[in-house]
């Protein structure tokens, strides 16, 4: 393309969103060029922010028409590097951002893609009603980009992820038509389930415009406990004890090893050690329950009784206040934001079969201590969902450059333990930039190409979100 080509497209996209929604200042693009750890950073003609359905479409048909590539992009919260783009535009959707329509006795809302979940979370409470997604970035990831990555988060044990979550979507593709499949039916067998092939597509197939939510019940009451255990298998023990006795209520189960409690306790300044004494490993658990009247943390307190009888469980504090509530909750969300302090991370975010956490556990951590001596594990994560953030952190006596010159190695270390127990390289985040070659490695080969072969029949030209993924 002639630079004269270029010009000519952004005046018609300048024409189509408004002088004030488009921009091609590198200073004011810099913040959409790059992913939040700032592993990539991209090239970009200009970034958009239409704010209809029509300004998306129009913007991807001329965009089509002038064989520019269209990188769609909600908070930029992402961390694979899937909305990085490489001379492209960018496609904001922040600006679809409207609450369509709330339908508390169908249980669904519908709405812009650009809506931020903690916005969505607060207008259904208001309903209320639940919408149950829940991340640490919700105050700034946008429902498009939750949808596109297919996100989990802390409830997905009760709720499932946001896949779970969607009932319908609207789409535009990638010659500019719009597929409208908002719908809020429960039940619908006319044929392929098309919403699923966009959602965890991470923009490559077309750009979520709009999406029809299911919405639950609102619990009544809420109870958090913060549990000291011994090892990783006394934490799948204690999993499975609470499951038996509150399978209907059981909301959260995250795990957390001594060193990341640690470290969040330094970097939270208001923080402390909820115990006295310390122990391997913790887990956050929460029950909810629809019934205001059950008393859940007598039921909790009896199971956990149970646990420490049994030797699985070392200690156990239940929250009771909000103030503590928060104050336990903090201490899970700030995780992500806590390790950034210690220096180069390897991080892997995998899943694998509930019942062999702690085993991939036991196995992974020497063979990654083996590759490189002194490494420091931070392992945390969605234990409930057998996904866990098994993130390895650079020897105190290493250069960071030096450790993420050896970080690959890493990869394919735990990548090929996470294969050998059956599991996924990529249980939350996405493939993106960050994951593209491995997932060529892992993924079955059949189903690769039948991927290939549904993005070259929905983008024959490869204009969307080209280069992620695949
Ligand atoms: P973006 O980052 O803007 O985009 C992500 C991908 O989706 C890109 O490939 C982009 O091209 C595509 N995309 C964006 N919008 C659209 C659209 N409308 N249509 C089509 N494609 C689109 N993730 C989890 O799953 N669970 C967690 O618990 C979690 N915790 C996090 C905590 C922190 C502190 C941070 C920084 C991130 C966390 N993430 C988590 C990752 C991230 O927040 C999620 O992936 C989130 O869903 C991304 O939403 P976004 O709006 O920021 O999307």
């Not at 693009?29 to 992913?35: Q, S």
Request: one cysteine or more; aromatic letters at 4%.
């Amino acid at each position: 393309m002639t630079v004269a080509d270029i010009s000519a497209l952004l005046e018609t996209l300048r024409g189509i969103v408004g002088n004030r929604h488009m921009t091609s200042d590198p200073a004011e693009m810099a913040l959409r060029l790059v992913e939040d750890r700032g592993l990539f950073t991209g090239t970009a003609h200009a970034v958009v922010r239409p704010a209809t359905t029509q300004e998306v479409a129009d913007c991807v048909r001329h965009c089509a028409k002038a064989g520019v590539p269209v990188v769609p992009q909600g908070g930029n919260t992402g961390v694979a590097g899937g909305g990085v783009p490489d001379g492209a535009v960018v496609l904001v959707t922040d600006r679809l951002n409207r609450i369509h329509d709330m339908d508390a006795l169908n249980g669904t809302m519908t709405v812009g893609a650009g809506c931020i979940l903690a916005d969505l979370r607060q207008a259904a409470a208001k309903a209320d009603r639940l919408f149950a997604l829940s991340l640490s970035s919700e105050g700034s990831c946008q429902i498009g980009g939750n949808l596109a990555t297919n996100a989990g988060g802390s409830n997905v044990l009760r709720y499932g992820n946001a896949r779970n979550l969607c009932l319908g979507l609207e789409v535009v593709l990638p010659d500019g038509r719009v597929w409208n499949g908002l719908s809020g039916l429960r039940k619908d067998n006319t044929g392929y389930d098309l919403k699923n092939l966009f959602i965890g597509a991470e923009g490559t197939l077309g750009i979520i415009t709009a999406a029809t939510l299911k919405l639950h019940p609102r619990p009544r009451r809420e109870e958090t406990a913060f549990l000291g255990v011994p090892s990783a298998e006394a934490a799948l023990a204690v999993y499975d004890r609470l499951r038996a006795a509150h399978a209907d209520t059981l909301s959260m189960f995250e795990y957390i090893e001594r060193f990341c409690l640690e470290t969040v306790l330094r970097h939270l300044p208001d923080a402390c050690d909820p115990m006295e004494d310390t122990h391997a490993a913790y887990v956050l658990v929460e029950l909810a329950g629809l019934d205001a009247d059950a008393d859940l943390a007598a039921r909790l307190e009896t199971t956990l009784a149970e646990a420490i009888e049994a030797g699985e469980l070392s200690d156990a504090v239940i929250a009771q206040s909000l103030s503590q509530r928060q104050s336990l909750r903090a201490l899970r969300e700030d995780m992500s934001e806590a390790q950034k302090a210690l220096g180069g991370n390897a991080k892997h975010d995998i899943s694998v079969p509930v019942s062999r956490l702690s085993d991939f556990i036991r196995v992974a951590v020497p063979a990654c201590q083996k590759e490189i001596r002194g490494l420091r594990p931070f392992v945390f994560g969605h234990f409930g969902d057998g996904n866990l953030h098994f993130n390895m952190i650079q020897p105190v006596d290493m250069s960071r450059v030096d450790f993420e010159a050896r970080a690959k190695d890493l990869h394919r270390v735990v990548n090929d333990i996470v294969a050998d127990f059956g599991g996924s390289i990529s249980a939350e985040h996405g493939i993106g930039l960050l994951k593209r070659d491995a997932l060529r490695r892992y993924k079955d080969p059949v189903a690769l190409d039948l991927m290939a072969r549904i993005k070259a029949l929905l983008d024959p030209i490869n204009i969307m979100n080209p280069g992620k993924v695949l």
